[in-house]
């Protein structure tokens, strides 16, 4: 399996009064397709350790490559472009933008990307909310929809430009159990529109368990990193 | 739309009331702005337009700029001299003919000669120092307004024989004259001849009025006691801005001193620069402040949406694309604020022009003189929007460079 994107020995130090170390000398590789849970303790670093992978954090030492790139010295409209087209994210609170609706949400980082025609992008939009059983709620605000309901199409929005890495931080973590269900089904799934990886932090083991490897950290660093073959 | 506009559009859209405020703030800024304009314009205009119309558009006279070098001067390598008679001025232009044809071979306009003189004007007891012009009466007319101010009889009346003169009213006034009346006027010289008044005319300026007198020519070289004589060109152009290059080419070829409408009324036209000056700064303070409306709202919905500005560059928006966002938000009202601000300019200049003024020494009603120019709405509305744009720039710039992971980690 190539790897997609790989943290070598990333540190990273807040440099407060007394500076505070994120995550240290952590070293992991993510390969095409695969699932791979983060868990930890609160405070271990899990989602630090999302940002740098997701390019939006810079790391005090050591460096990540996407692709095979190394993107340490790349400036910051760069590290833009590849987050544009190459990362989707998905975070605790779905953050969508109150004054769209939500197929005009999952059209924003189309349209910013520009690879697609308005009219071939709003059906590509429509085609993924519809996947994702938004089908009848395209036209309707956030505040109109459920929590569970809002999370999927943060979900859609992160598959919008069909990157090939999506990063989930928390991803279920407000919802309830039966729209944590859900969500976690869809992201199970993902690996499946394309040979896309996820990268998710939960604190929940029973989702951590059914990914296809689990890495776990304690104190910013990797303590246990394992395949969960049986689960995939 | 535009996504970036799109999104600075929901932006202000969603807050209605303090964009209507700030927007409000950039229409009265920019309304005011082109009704002051308008009116000072105008008076402006006004005023040169009465300026050009009562004066001659180029004057030359016999004077000379530098005075000429006196003979002992030219003779002896002197520092001063003292008790020397200088040399007899001859006044007038000389070969006058000559002059004229010259003049006429090239100015794009029309000309007339005149003789100028100081005299005393006397009817019955009462006596008041008065100019007198002698003009060929035709010429006159084509290069002055003399006609339309006439208040009784015409200007050409002065053109048949004998001894005639059209005076100011208020002259008229002063000495009781009244038309068929003959005053008596006296030159310097001391010759003095009857003249029948066969015209009056008012051309609102006091001394003026007060104190011109029109004679023939030919009566004014008489009473000069110099045959052919003229020490006046008046010229009038087609275009009165070509006035100051005609002065200077007309004094280059005579050699006599020769004055543009502009060169005579340069304090009044630099009053006007400085007054116009003064405007355009208070109309930039007033744009300014309305600017400061612009910020406040830019900087409350930077505020706002720092969580989703963090969003919007997870999802690979650059810090650069986040400005335009808020620069935009800006530029919208401020040219929001132009729009509805040219509107409101424009009626309030149409309000000025309508109203009415009656005064007991006119019979026509008079208007504020007010101008409707392109320039004052495009000046307004351009510094407006500049100075909602730079307003917006601020904020959006604090906006752009803000960690989106701090903002993240501080929202979950």
New interface residues.
Partial sequence: MTALVEARGVTRILPETVPVTLVEDIDLTVGHGELVAITGPSGSGK?SLL?LL?L??TPTEGEVLFDGQPTHELE??AK??????G?G?V???H?L?P??TVLGNVM??M???GRWPRTEAEQRAAAILESLGLGDHMHKRPDQISGGQRQRVAVA?ALA?DPPLILA??PTGSLDSHASEQVFQILREVPARGDKSIVAVTHDLDIANRMDRRVHLVDGRIVLDEQMHANV | MHLLVDIAYTHIHGRGRQTLVSIAGVTLGVGFAIGMAALMQGSQDEFVGTLIDAMPHVQVTDEQRTPPVQPAARAFDAVAFRGLRPEDDIRGILNPVAAVARLRGWVPGSLSIGLSLQGVARYGGTERAVQIMGVEPRDALKVSAIGEDMVEGRFEELDAAGFLAIIGDRLAKRLSVTLGDSLRLTTATGLARQFKVVGLFHSGVVATDEGLVYVRLKAAQVLAGRQNAINDIRIRLRDPNAARLVAARAEEMLGYKSVSWQEANEDLLEAFQIRNTIMYTVVGAILVVAGFGIFNIVSIITHEKARDIAILKSLGFREADIRSIFLAEGALMGLAGSLFGAALGYGLTSIMASIEFEFEQQTEVTHLPVTYNWVHYTIASGLAVAAATIAGYLPARKASEGNPVDIIRGAT
Avoid: M, T, V
């Fill in positions: 989602s940002y997701g939006l954090d910051k409209d833009s472009a590849i987050r544009l087209a990362i994210f975070f605790q609170f953050f933008l004054e769209f924003i980082p349209r910013r990307l929005r430009n931080d928390e």
